[in-house]
């Protein structure tokens, strides 16, 4: 199987990994990649946002799959684009992305399915935003309703802070803002995998969205991750697809915008429920690094059968015993301002630690062919084990062996867990 994957992050460097060590696969191109994938596959330097330049790249290779990374390609059209051009594609449509794209509609979609998630109301303007704060008191959750780049949402117990967020999202050209009750309890990221009509789950897994140890400091696009969720309840994955996200495929089946792709439902696990917190229709990041680890079936042939209609057909996937841990390095300044361009040591050294890999997000090589920043999430060091205690050792050996001047971790990824 000819695969083209797009994205350059640390998540694609985990899909490039699962996918280029398969049997089925054949070919595989990565647009644009990083120095990672460019020593598992070929890197293309190919605006992965260009309808028009992807379809090429996908002719010229005769892509058997293209398979979308990021959620930005999405909302620009390109999974609609390359399945007008005749591919199979892993990643829903314009339409369908709305799920992510608007948190409003993905709130109304959530309604006709009848599916649990906090109580919000949509605002427009200043004068709604204060009446919604006021009502639903606080902590507030306020969120943006379009895609912010991991920025969209503020939880804070500070009116003027919440206030401050919400106009600044509503100043966007066409700005809306939702405010919404807050869901009080452990949260649980977990993937499916969806051909339109059949929902497949992945192994649930748990991000770290702030910043520093204790989740103190600004939201991040996520620090760490871990699996499996030894505390969840045993059929987690069974509820989520039976009251979540089978009624959400076949409410979007219903209004004729099949969802094709992956499905990330990040859910509250509260008091009285699971409950939606939010929909992405990508992988998450950097919780794909360590749901892949576990991965023992076949990750092209599940994503070909999805894109294809054929989900109902291949088995299950299935899954190695083993912990897995991320522990995300990041470049100093990150996520305000990251320093770009420091120079990158130890990774041999880390990677002779068991059971570790590295993967690659805003790496670059400079003139010289050294490993430099070139982002805000720089690396995932990630590591199973037979524990998530013995997987987390081991991720925090390696990355005592990185050096990077300024370099930003935290300390407590899957502490106790
Ligand atoms: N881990 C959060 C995200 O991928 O959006």
Known sequence: ?????????????????????????????????????????????????????????????????????????????????????????????????????????????????????????????????????????????????????????????????????????LAKEGGRVLVEDYLDGPEISLFCVCDGATVRPLAPAQDFKRLSDGDAGPNTGGMGSYTPLTWAPADIAEQVVDHIAQPVIDEMARRGTAFIGLLYCGLALTRDGLRVVEFNVRFGDPETQVV???????????????????????????????SAVDVVLAAPGYPAAAATGGVITGLSQAEAVEGVHILHAGTALDDDGALISAGGRVLSVVAVGPTVQAARERAYEAVGRIHLDGAQYRTDIAAGR
Do not use: Y
């Open 292 to 322: 892949l680890a576990r991965l023992t079936s076949s990750l092209p042939e599940l994503l070909h059968a999805a894109a294809t209609g054929r989900l109902a057909q291949v088995p299950e996937p299935t899954w190695s015993t083993d």
């Open 1 to 169: 199987m000819k695969i083209l994957l797009l994205g350059s992050g640390a998540r694609e460097h985990a899909l490039a990994r699962a996918l280029a060590s398969d049997p089925a696969t054949t070919e595989l191109v990565v647009a644009p990649g990083n120095p990672g994938t460019a020593s598992i596959a070929t890197n293309f330097a190919v605006n992965p946002c260009s309808s028009a330049e992807v379809v090429d790249l996908a002719t010229q290779m005769g892509a058997d799959l293209v398979v979308v990374g990021p959620e930005a390609p999405l909302v620009a059209g390109v999974g609609d684009a390359v399945r007008e051009a005749g591919f199979a594609c892993f990643g829903p449509g314009v339409e369908a992305a709305r799920l992510e794209g608007s948190k409003a509609f993905a709130k109304e979609v959530m309604a006709a399915a009848g599916v649990p998630t906090a109580q919000a109301v949509t605002c427009a303007t200043p004068e709604e935003l204060a009446a919604a704060l006021d009502r639903f008191g606080a902590p507030h959750v306020v969120k943006d309703d379009g895609l912010a780049a991991g920025k969209g949402v503020v939880v804070t117990s500070d009116r003027q802070a919440a206030l401050a967020h919400g106009l600044a999202c």
